[in-house]
């Protein structure tokens, strides 16, 4: 995908939301998911939901920035009746715009407060570390150290060497500008922003799209979740280097809410009942995905990272979504816009 924008395929999302609306639009006992976290950790939960409940579940798995398209898109008539993965952030943006419906489950009395929004309009199911990931081989063969800070990024030897999610399709290329513009300041971390943009080669549509890039040796450094890059190790890419940078970096708070004006209110509140409970938030790890979870029972992968565990900024969700509109208009204009 070219680097200038990601753009849309509007007329496959438009049939699949169609397709999805006659399904189960006014159905009782059968729900619209959309899914903003990994294909196999989303096909294993709908269909251990579907056995235990019998509620019907259809599902499409989007990157957030989509989801959050089609919420707006649909603000008065929606497909879908639940939200389910991807960063708070923009699912905060969600709330602010209206379109959450509040819930608070009695199951979020395991959630701690940290991990959720506190009128419900949603509630964290897992946490994933932003990290620096690294294809080892590519630096042992240019004699290049791995890099150990984010200011590493910077370096000459990585011109066209980096690939990065676009904040405007992908929540961790959001998570990722946000938490410059925080640990920085907004003006300076938009200039470093655009330093770094002189090593990136490609603003990938997906989070996770870049990372298989660095994985197979394509490109050398990229940033993504901790997580994501473990499920490329385990699958046998042995060159992913996870690097935690010596400065802060942050986490996502992958979430779970109601959409407002639900066609299925009901089945979307046993929904979000079921994905809180300890049960459902283990069954990530039984399809290879390594999340830290927020039950406070749960059994957490042997790999998860706790955020407590590293150096992390006191990162405020409700300031990086409320601010998500304006961020991305000055990334488009200062960013994409600016000529080498």
Request: some cysteine.
């Amino acid at each position: 995908m070219s680097r200038k924008a990601p753009f849309l395929l509007l007329c496959v999302l438009i049939l699949i939301g169609a397709l999805l609306g006659c399904q189960t639009k006014n159905e009782v006992g059968k729900l619209n998911v959309y899914a903003g976290m990994y294909p196999d950790h989303a096909i294993k939960a709908m269909e251990q939901f579907q056995r235990e409940t019998g509620i019907q579940v259809n599902f499409i798995r989007m990157s957030n920035g989509d989801i959050l398209d089609h919420l707006q898109n649909e603000a008065d008539d929606p497909v879908a009746s639940v939200w389910y993965g991807g960063p708070a952030d923009v699912f905060a943006q969600a709330q602010k715009e209206g379109l959450l419906h509040p819930y608070i489950s009695p199951n979020a009395s395991f959630i701690p407060d940290i991990y959720k929004n506190e009128n419900g309009y949603w509630t964290g199911i897992y946490v994933g570390v932003l990290s620096i990931v690294a294809n080892r081989q590519w630096h042992i063969e240019r004699g290049i150290d791995l890099p150990s800070t984010w200011t590493d990024l910077l370096r000459s030897e990585y011109q066209n060497w980096i690939t990065l999610p676009d904040p405007r399709s992908s929540g961790t290329g959001y998570l990722t500008l946000s938490l410059f513009t925080q640990l920085y300041g907004e003006n300076e971390g938009f200039d470093f922003l655009q330093l770094l943009d002189q090593n990136v080669s490609e603003y990938t549509y997906s989070g996770s799209a870049n990372g298989r890039s660095v994985a197979m040796g394509d490109q050398a450094v990229s940033i993504m979740f901790a997580q994501d890059a473990i499920k490329l190790y385990r699958e046998g890419f042995r060159d992913v280097s996870v690097i935690f940078p010596k400065e802060e970096t942050t986490y996502e708070v992958g979430a779970v809410a109601i959409i407002a004006n639900s066609p299925h209110l009901e089945e979307a509140k046993t929904f979000v009942d079921w994905a809180l409970t300890k049960q459902a938030q283990e069954i990530g790890k039984q399809v290879g995905n390594y999340q830290l979870l927020t039950h406070k029972l749960a059994q957490s992968p042997e790999e998860a990272i706790d955020p407590a565990s590293i150096p992390v900024i006191d990162y405020d969700i409700s300031q990086s979504g409320s601010n998500r509109k304006r961020l991305l208009n000055r990334w488009e204009i200062e960013i994409l816009m600016n000529q080498r």
